[in-house]
């Protein structure tokens, strides 16, 4: 008789796919893609995507049978098995880890899920089966119930079926760590006070502010706002109508003339209001769409560089449009924190429901609520708007792909794996449907650059600004002069305080820049120099002044500041360094009657952080926004007149060789941020080496030097773009374990790669989480095969563990780890 099997992904690490035996109704029923429950191990049941279903019996054990199959339709399709197997083998990783990856938790029941009651509405019980009821019922007197709870309660093996029903009868979920739903943003509105309702009231307060002629404008401004558009007027519109400063408007408020008031406005549910034309290209833009297109007829992929605010997203715009009319899906990628309600706002009015988000802040419900929408080509999911992960969701007819700050580090995922990259990523998607793929930067990365000058990209510029905005003017100050000459205050120079000042005074809003790298506070004793450690990691605690804690950053340890110094007693601490926090206090010391806000990790950590901050910048409540990187990435305030980058010189020592790189790339998107109107923008950057060639790069613009002065350093040194990458990182909590095993694997590995094997090396902090690390890093030139370089690499890794004293050894690959 015919035997039926098939092979499976099981979401854990497992070097190879797992064969199950089936009876021939089940291979009847079953297609790659659909999810069935099967047992492991002991006692673990876990959920598996099917990948092949077959007649060949495994040689090296005995086929189990499946315990349950869970769908009636493939929920994975043929095209994303395809691009998994892609991350796996590029990657150096396993289908389970791809697998983990691409699918939100509510599809992955296993022993270990923990499932909880829905706190929303209780449910109509009637329509639960007993089994069901029981489950349910359990879940009234226990907050929740792992998979082998359920077992036992129902006394029966194959329960995830049960606990799949109960999901979709909305009667419990899967509990996840993080659970954030996104935020409806508070939107503030500005109305006349109740007493001056009548005409003769409005009359005789007119009169009372004939000495007052600017603040009577504002309020004859928002009578007439009001009258014309029947709607509530905003705090931000009501300025931008009467050209009146934010304190003209606050001191009518403040006199109780004015009135301020919030309205609730969801950002993510469209509400269906009637969508906006797009909007008519200039001819810049017309020309770079027709150029675009042009590429496309030649080439896959294409690098739009277009400069801030040239408007690039006008364009995606177009080109998606035409997309939609030929009745195909569009994934629009976006580094996490770029993904903006700004942006999402933007695409809906034209897009209306089409434009379906997806993102981390999303819990797996409505994460799931996606994927089906994009599974059945839904209305709802023509155009995803997403960031990194959502190259795994199921489309089946892409017709393009757009990639915007495609030069984005946060595209690659670092840990766990599948350390993928989500650009390098969505380009073999877009093969896999024959689709297209627009790359888009003001600042591109160098390998796109180099792409696209190699001919394996095409190439579009946008060098306008709209609406001929002129670029942000752009001043180097030298501290270490200003510091000789007694012209600094804390860390503000003369020339900062003075822009501030004229900024502040006309009415204009400011962004201090800080980076966030190397720059934490740490905490030090003025008598013997000793610094608090990390007791777990090698590294410095930084000091919050805000909590009046030590933390490290690598493992989340913290303790409360001391108050004496841990080795000599010595009560002076100096709590000096330059984070944000202390920016923050020395601007709050400077311009004391002027709003100052901080953003960072710490001030947006909470739920909605972030959103909470970028709205009262726009609605102008804040004056001064002090932040870090996260202010760089597609904001547009158009308030924001100055700039200023507190020092240059962290950004452009960091040990890394794409540190020049990404300097210039953040400097002029934070630049980019300032002057986004008619009136001219001002950067000044504060540096102790103004003569720099990034720094001469940033303030005159200039891509190509910068470009062609990299890729000159990258030849010399063979670095990416010019030869590949690959690093390995070997992990163990005893040092001398790693010790051996790093030098047998590096030796191994130049048996092969001679010259091109570099390490091991200790990273600059060698212990994290009492783990000890080494690295060893591969430089692959262009020539050589990838293919059989990683080949050679898993026959090493696979003897390395065969050694009885390495096993306990973590071992990491990461391929392209730039
Ligand atoms: P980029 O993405 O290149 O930084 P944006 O697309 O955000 O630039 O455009 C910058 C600003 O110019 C936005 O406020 C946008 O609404 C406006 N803009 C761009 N193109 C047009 C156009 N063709 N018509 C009207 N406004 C435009
Ligand atoms: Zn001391
Ligand atoms: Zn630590």
Same mark, same amino acid.
């Given at each position: 008789?015919?035997?039926?099997? @098939? !092979?499976?992904? @099981? ?121 069901? &009821? ?187 449009? !035409? ?68 190259? %795994?969701?199921? %489309? ?27 650009? !390098? ?53 030298? @501290? ?81 500041? @001391? ?73 547009? %305030? ?25 300097? &210039? ?90 010259? &091109? ?62």
């Amino acid at each position: 008789m015919k035997q039926y099997y @098939i !092979d499976v992904i @099981i979401p854990i690490p497992l070097k190879k796919l797992f064969t199950y035996s089936i009876t021939a109704s089940e291979a009847d029923f079953l297609k790659p893609g659909m999810r069935v429950a099967v047992p492991f191990g002991k006692s673990k049941i876990y959920t598996s995507i099917v990948y092949e279903i077959h007649n060949n019996a495994p040689v090296a054990y005995d086929a189990k049978d499946i315990h349950q199959i869970l769908d009636e339709t493939p929920i994975v399709n043929a095209k994303q098995l395809e691009l998994w197997q892609w991350i796996a083998n590029y990657y150096m990783c396993t289908m389970g880890d791809v697998m983990r990856a691409a699918l939100p938790s509510g599809f992955i029941l296993e022993s270990e899920t923990v499932i909880t009651k829905r706190s929303i509405a209780p449910i109509d019980e009637s329509i639960l089966e007993d089994d069901e &009821f029981l489950i349910y019922e359990a879940l009234h007197h226990q907050s929740s119930l792992k998979v082998h709870d359920v077992v036992n309660i129902l006394d029966k093996k194959n329960v995830l079926p049960v606990i799949k029903r109960l999901i979709e009868k909305e009667a419990i979920s899967v509990e996840e760590e993080v659970y954030e739903k996104y935020k409806p943003k508070l939107v503030r509105y500005v109305k006349l006070h109740n007493e001056y309702a009548s005409n003769e009231a409005l009359q005789v307060l007119l009169d009372d502010l004939s000495r007052a002629p600017k603040q009577r404008d504002v309020v004859l401004t928002l009578f007439s706002l009001s009258a014309k558009t029947k709607k509530p007027v905003k705090v931000a519109e009501l300025a931008h109508e009467s050209q009146a400063s934010n304190s003209i408007i606050k001191a009518l408020i403040d006199k109780g003339i004015l009135e301020a008031y919030f309205i609730q406005k969801d950002r993510v549910e469209y509400l269906g209001e009637n969508t906006e034309t797009t909007k008519h290209l200039n001819s810049y833009q017309e020309q770079a769409l027709a150029e675009v297109k042009t590429a496309f007829k030649s080439h896959s992929v294409t690098l739009l560089h277009g400069v801030t605010s040239s408007g690039k997203t006008e364009v995606y715009v177009k080109l998606i449009e !035409d997309v939609l009319s030929q009745g195909k899906q569009v994934l629009y990628l976006l580094p996490e924190i770029a993904l903006t309600a700004q942006l999402i706002t933007r695409l809906q009015n034209y897009f209306g429901e089409q434009v379906a988000i997806f993102h981390s802040k999303y819990s797996t419900n409505e994460r799931v609520e996606v994927w089906n929408n994009v599974l059945n080509n839904s209305n709802k999911a023509q155009i995803v708007l997403g960031a990194r992960s959502s190259i %795994f969701l199921p %489309f089946n007819d892409l017709g393009l792909i757009i990639v915007d700050e495609e030069h984005e580090q946060s595209f690659k995922q670092f840990d766990p794996a599948p350390r993928y990259h989500a650009r !390098d990523t969505s380009i073999v998607l877009a093969n896999i449907h024959k689709a297209k793929a627009l790359l888009g930067s003001a600042t591109p990365s160098l390998e796109s650059y180099f792409n696209a000058q190699q001919n394996k990209y095409g190439f579009v510029e946008l060098m306008y600004r709209y609406n001929n905005v002129l670029m942000p003017d752009i001043e180097l100050v030298d @501290i270490n002069e200003k510091q000789k000459k007694k012209r600094m205050k804390g860390h503000f120079s003369d020339r900062l305080i003075e822009e501030m000042t004229e900024t502040l005074k006309e009415g204009h809003q400011i962004i201090l820049f800080q980076n966030r790298r190397g720059f934490s506070p740490i905490v030090e004793c003025k008598t013997c120099g000793h610094a608090p450690q990390c007791t777990n990691c090698d590294v410095s605690l930084t000091y919050h002044q805000y909590r009046q804690q030590l933390r490290c950053h690598y493992c989340g340890y913290h303790a409360v500041m @001391i108050k004496t110094c841990e080795a000599c007693g010595s009560p002076e601490i100096d709590s000096k360094g330059f984070g944000t926090e202390q920016i923050e206090e020395e601007v709050k010391a400077l311009f004391t009657e002027y709003k100052v806000a901080r953003m960072d990790l710490d001030t947006t950590r909470g739920k909605y952080g972030y959103e909470k901050i970028i709205t009262a910048l726009e609605q102008q409540d804040i004056d001064i926004l002090v932040g870090t990187q996260m202010l760089t990435k597609g904001l547009d %305030f158009r308030n924001v007149k100055l700039v200023g980058i507190m020092n240059a010189d962290n950004m452009l020592n960091f040990p890394d060789f794409r540190a020049h790189e990404r300097s &210039f790339q953040l400097m002029l998107q934070v630049s980019g941020r300032a002057g986004r109107t008619q009136e001219r923008g001002k950067v000044l950057i504060q540096t102790y080496n103004p003569h720099h060639n990034i720094l001469q790069q940033v303030s005159t613009n200039n891509y190509i030097d910068m470009f062609q002065e990299q890729m000159n350093d990258r030849y010399n040194f063979k670095y990416p773009p010019v030869y590949k990458q690959i690093k390995i990182t070997l992990k163990h909590k005893d040092y001398n374990r790693v010790e051996t095993a790093s030098n047998w694997y590096a030796k191994s590995l130049r048996q092969v790669f001679r010259g &091109f094997v570099l390490g091991p090396e200790a990273p600059p902090i060698a212990r994290i989480r009492n783990q000890f690390h080494k690295n060893i890093l591969i430089k692959i030139p262009k020539q050589q095969s990838l293919a059989k370089t990683k080949e050679a690499i898993i026959k090493i890794n696979n003897s390395f563990l065969n050694v009885k004293d390495f096993r306990s050894v973590k071992v990491i690959l990461n391929v392209d780890n730039f």
